[in-house]
């Protein structure tokens, strides 16, 4: 299936699923077996015949995720900095090269119906805590899912909980925060999202800004 990108101002509209944005480190240091993380996700959204969105790169997990996908006939879609054109895959369906991170970003969260987060650095963070804000601000309802391989995000998530204790975040928000153990556990969340009938978000509220 192709997943086209939501005209500007759909960005809460939440479709049946279709595809996929993930978020994942682009490193060529990166450990064997969150590669294997990577090769197995890629390959469980292309069986379903979901569309794979995310950052372009062909190194990394982003890389692994990718080829995988790529190898089991998934249809994947790319957008990439163009300071990093050096490092974009050859092999996609499509890509989409922008000049600024905004760009970026916009494109890889308006591409996606749902999102899932892999281990990874600063910019994986960055995007994780963008698509968690929006979803705080009622901007979309899409499911977001950080799969926790080995406890990579558990000080993570031990610093959220923290928040929450400390009356800065509300429960309701942390809950909006779905952490798996897995990629087996990511990929059925996403199979019962995908059974269900879509959902018409809340219109944004400028007061949700309080945490």
């Known amino acids: 299936m192709v997943a086209n990108a939501p005209e500007h101002g759909d960005e ?88 600024d991170m905004r760009s970026r970003k916009a494109g890889l969260a308006h591409r996606g119906d749902a999102y899932v987060v892999l281990p990874g650095g600063f910019g994986t963070l960055e995007e994780l805590s963008e698509i968690l804000v929006e979803r705080q601000l009622g ?11 080995r406890g990579f995000w558990a000080p993570l998530v031990a610093q959220i ?26 990929l059925d969340r996403l199979d019962a999202y995908a059974a269900a009938a879509p959902v018409q978000p809340a219109t944004a509220d400028p007061g949700k800004l309080e945490s």
């Open 161 to 186: 909980d923290r928040m929450v204790e400390l009356d800065l975040v509300k429960p309701r928000y942390r809950d909006m925060l779905a952490v798996v153990p897995d990629v087996r556990d990511a």
């Open 12 to 99: 809460r509209e939440v479709p049946h699923l279709r595809s996929v944005t993930v978020y994942a480190a682009s490193s060529t240091r990166a450990p064997d077996d969150l590669l294997e993380v990577a090769r197995a996700l890629g390959w469980g959204l292309a069986e379903r015949d979901w569309t794979l969105v995310y950052g372009g790169a062909r190194i990394g997990l982003m890389g692994a995720l990718a080829d995988a996908a790529l190898a089991a006939g998934g249809r994947v879609e790319g957008v990439i900095l163009d300071t990093f054109a050096r490092v974009a895959h050859a092999g996609l369906h499509e890509l989409e090269t922008v000049s």
């Open 139 to 149: 901007m979309h309802e899409r499911p977001l899912l950080l799969v926790d391989h």
